[in-house]
């Protein structure tokens, strides 16, 4: 069973640039578990790269594979989240 500290863990060493896998191997969950954690549903995740026309809320770049920042599992609250380029999803990570 996961834990609300071990998910905040997936998230903060998904944001320090580990892939899925790497995150999976060290906090002990599989791939798809840890994907399921950090990415937003497709749906979701399409429709805050057509608001934000694919370009970073941060630094105006155009990021044609963005991250969403702000996502939690299991909440829909789209209003907070944001869709970033790479380096600046990972720049959040220290805040
Ligand atoms: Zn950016």
Known sequence: MITMNNREQVIKLFRQGMSYAEVGRRVGLSRQRVMQ???PPTSIYEHMK???????ANCEVIAPSGR?????EGTLE???????????????ASE
């Open 50 to 56: 057509r608001k934000a026309r694919g370009i970073c």
């Open 68 to 72: 969403i920042s702000g996502y939690r």
């Open 78 to 92: 789209v209003s907070k989240y944001k869709y970033l380029c790479a380096s600046c999803y990972r720049n959040e």
């Open 37 to 39: 954690i950090v990415k």
